[in-house]
């Protein structure tokens, strides 16, 4: 079989990472901002952000046994993205009405409950179709999930370009005051509603609609039914007698549960005490994304020359090294530094132990895995990380040497602690090619 990577296959996958990952790039950088200008606590937050993981606590028992026994791949994520679309737009109306009353503050969590159940399986399930349809992923995985980075960092800009429109066109007007071209675009955007904060909902809900209507080109990804074959989660579950799997999803937690929950609680508002007006912070954490674009090419290059382990060693030294930037928060140059290191943050932890799970697993419940690896972390690890940042984050908001140095003395605990059990022997295969695992 062609170990080639066909363009009818790679723009299909590709546009499914840049809308899957463009849906969260609107929200996900302007949502602690957006939610300071309409009242809620730092804690209100942190539990927001929990409940958002609620989507994940049936995932790898409904969402997996689900895809990896009765339904289409493509089929479920047209149904969850029209569904998180919906749940979209009616949290902007909640969050404005939250706002103006203060009183449904419960509806927040149900929305963002709600929405987490549609949106964040679909996350590994995307993962999961492209190592089932890539004839070599461990090598061609980085080539389509770099338009995830692409759709993260558009949406981000188009937001904050959408927010600040009135500043946007009165420097185009200034640097290209003949191109009729700028006339055209301002009477068109004025023509539209008037932007609102809120309005990061509804254009990740459009982005959502257009997923779902996407999923059509989607290439067929029906169950594999194996002889003797029993409930997915079963048979994934039983990998946990495996000691080097249990204890890399063991250390995997507890990155979910210290050190990644704490960024996006945090860093935006560090970067409004540098001066940064606040609908521009996406376009400026857009760095972080920008900087996905050389790891995803490196990727490959370290797996094949320095091991999985190595790799994912250097991905938590890298979430050491930011925070420890972060806490010197006086320094905007330090800063924006440790906002360049999410490349090697994000890819050499999340990319690299997805495609550990997949190599590691029957490929009839690849879904599954994915699912369990996502709800241990972000199901389970990210709402309690969740929870403790923003209580960490209001009871530090004035030390915030402190509030960063904490994560950063975690991330170098769970280092040592990585490097000296994680043993594996190089047996694990991935695409019909070997994974490397030495190191």
């Not at 906002?339 to 599954?368: E, P, W």
């Amino acid at each position: 079989m062609s170990r080639r990577l066909k363009w009818h296959l790679r723009w299909r996958l590709s546009v499914l990472w840049f809308l899957e990952w463009g849906v969260s790039g609107t929200i996900l950088t302007y949502l602690p901002i957006y939610w300071d200008s309409i009242r809620l606590t730092e804690s209100q937050q942190g539990q927001l952000l929990a409940t958002a993981a609620v989507g994940l606590w049936l995932a790898p028992f409904l969402v997996g046994q689900v895809v990896d026994r009765w339904m289409s791949a493509e089929k479920y994520l047209a149904l969850s993205h029209f569904l998180g679309g919906v749940a979209l737009l009616t949290l902007a109306s909640s969050a404005e009405r939250f706002r103006d009353t203060g009183g449904n503050f419960r509806a927040l969590m149900f929305l963002c409950g709600l929405y987490a159940v549609a949106y964040i399986p679909t996350v590994p399930l995307v993962s999961a179709l492209c190592f089932r349809h890539l004839p070599d992923p461990d090598s061609q995985f980085g080539r389509v999930r770099v338009w995830g980075t692409v759709g993260w960092i558009l949406a981000g800009a188009s937001l904050s370009i959408w927010l600040e429109r009135t500043e946007v066109f009165g420097w185009l007007f200034k640097q290209f005051p003949d191109v009729a071209i700028v006339t055209k675009a301002q009477a068109v955007a004025e023509s539209l509603p008037k932007p609102v904060q809120s309005d990061c909902f509804r254009m990740a809900a459009l982005l959502s609609f257009a997923l779902s209507s996407f999923c059509v080109f989607l290439p067929p990804t029906p169950p594999i039914y194996l002889p003797h074959s029993r409930m997915a989660p079963l048979t994934v579950l039983a990998m946990f007698k495996q000691r080097s799997f249990a204890l890399f999803i063991f250390v995997s937690f507890l990155l979910a549960v210290l050190i990644v929950p704490l960024y996006n609680l945090a860093v935006p508002t560090l970067l409004k005490k540098l001066g940064y007006p606040e609908n521009w912070v996406p376009t400026v954490m857009l760095i972080g994304q920008i900087s996905e674009f050389p790891a995803l090419l490196l990727l490959s290059f370290c797996l094949k020359r320095l091991g999985l382990k190595i790799t994912f060693a250097v991905g938590i030294t890298a979430w050491a090294l930011r925070y420890g930037f972060f806490s010197i928060g006086g320094q905007s140059w330090l800063v924006l530094l440790g906002l360049g290191l999410h490349g090697v943050c994000h890819v050499f932890l999340v990319i690299v132990a997805q495609l550990y799970i997949d190599s590691q697993c029957q490929k009839d419940v690849r879904a599954t895995a994915q699912n369990l690896l996502t709800f241990i972390t972000i199901g389970l690890g990210m709402p309690l990380g969740s929870m403790l940042g923003g209580e960490l984050h209001e009871w530090l908001s004035k030390e915030p040497v402190l509030l960063f140095l904490i994560p950063s003395a975690a991330a170098l605990v769970l280092l040592i602690l990585f490097w000296k059990l994680f043993h594996i022997p190089p047996t694990g295969t991935h695409g019909g090619q070997k994974l490397q695992t030495a190191g």
